[in-house]
């Protein structure tokens, strides 16, 4: 597509539950970020994709956070149990091979209850 | 270890002024990547710049222009005759050679005002 894409764009869940946030980079975009926004912490770095493969997966907060993309394109990002903490927005960006900086998504806004 | 230190939090400016936001970096290595970013109210961050730790000159892009620095670790940014649109939230992020990931600043939040 033109742009990154992620979906939803607001998400309310409970506490405790499973949440899935989906991000569709950029066509040919062989790398892929996550990100995350809140208001304490600023924008922190979770997990990056080359291709199918997170060679740093540093970032994500607990064993509750993980992280797949499939086909070298679509990537899901799945927080279990999620806690109250875990509100924030989910940026997504992507790139082509190289480093030349990202395209980031709109994001995801994640309201846990 | 990376860091980024943006220190205004906040600038309010009218339009037509111009404004620099400033950052300053840390980093061990002497090849890295300085970036800057804009969010806007709509929440998308827009790539502004990219600048690596061997290219000091200055760019101008128009209204915006970039003075790097590397003798004070300082990579400003400088909107000439500010416009409302101008008005989001500004950050300043650094990568290490080889390593894929952003540190970001916390954010300049400049607000334009007519």
């Known amino acids: 597509g033109a742009g990154v894409s992620q979906s939803p764009s607001n998400k309310v869940t409970e506490k405790g539950k499973d949440v899935e946030l989906r991000c569709d980079p950029i066509s040919g975009h062989t790398a892929l970020y996550w990100y995350r926004q809140s208001l304490g912490q600023g924008l922190e770095f979770l997990i990056y994709?080359?291709?199918?493969?997170?060679?740093?997966k540093s970032g994500l907060p607990s064993d509750r956070f993980s992280a797949e993309r499939t086909g070298g394109s679509v990537s899901t990002l799945t927080i279990q149990r999620t806690q109250q903490e875990d509100s924030a927005v989910y940026l997504c960006a992507s790139s082509l091979e190289g480093f030349y900086g990202y395209t980031f998504g709109s994001g995801t806004r994640l309201t846990v209850v | 270890a990376q860091k980024v230190t943006q220190a205004q939090t906040e600038i309010s400016v009218v339009e037509k002024e111009d404004v620099t936001l400033d950052c300053v970096y840390e980093?061990?290595?002497?090849?890295?990547?300085l970036f800057w970013y804009k969010q806007p109210p709509s929440g998308e961050l827009v790539f502004l710049i990219r600048r690596n730790s061997f290219d000091e000159q200055n760019e101008i892009s128009g209204r915006y222009s970039w003075n790097f620095q590397k003798s004070t670790s300082s990579f400003n940014f400088t909107i000439t005759a500010s416009q409302v649109v101008d008005s989001a939230v500004y950050f300043c992020?650094?990568?290490?050679?080889?390593?894929?990931?952003?540190?970001f600043g916390t954010g300049t939040r400049l607000l334009v005002s007519p």
């Open positions: 980093t061990r290595d002497t090849t890295y990547y």
């Open positions: 994709f080359q291709g199918n493969s997170a060679p740093d």
């Open positions: 992020a650094l990568s290490e050679a080889g390593f894929q990931k952003l540190v």
